[in-house]
């Protein structure tokens, strides 16, 4: 897959190759409104999305989002390595479906964030992963010490 066909699915998840504008701000304000964690990442982990329940869950904007990976940049030290390797193997699939995960944030601001999240794999038309969807919602501490 090239990056130009990578970019059109992309695209066509967040509803920004729709050809009518209105379409388009619906999409990212429906996104936006939803009071669940939303993500869009590459493969590799790179994020291409964050909707702002998750960037508040995060506790970063946009701008501090660029160029970042959701396991380098997000992901508890000590859960890197597990949270790799599910994606990886999200990665290998050659159908679409879901698995469920539970991701452990941190970052100056927090030392654990626990999201449970459903992850959609995404594929592209040669049976290759795309993207992976992510839909999740954050687990108190007591459903954190329970699991």
Avoid: W
């Amino acid at each position: 897959m090239n990056r130009k066909e990578e970019k059109n699915i992309l695209q066509a998840l967040l509803g920004t190759s729709t050809g009518n504008i209105r379409m388009k701000q619906t999409i990212r304000q429906a996104y936006d409104t939803i009071d669940i964690f939303i993500a869009l990442i590459k493969p590799d982990g790179e994020i291409v999305y964050i909707n702002r329940k998750g960037k508040d869950l995060l506790n970063c904007n946009d701008e501090e989002l660029k160029g970042t990976n959701i396991i380098s940049d997000f992901i508890l030290k000590g859960k890197k390595a597990g949270a790799r390797d599910f994606l990886r193997q999200l990665a290998k699939r050659k159908e679409e479906g879901a698995e469920e995960y539970t991701y452990h944030f941190s970052n100056e601001y927090f030392d654990d964030l626990a999201i449970k999240a459903i992850n959609h794999v995404i594929l592209h038309n040669e049976k290759k992963t795309a993207a992976i969807f992510i839909t999740g919602m954050k687990l108190s501490p007591e459903a954190l010490n329970d699991s």
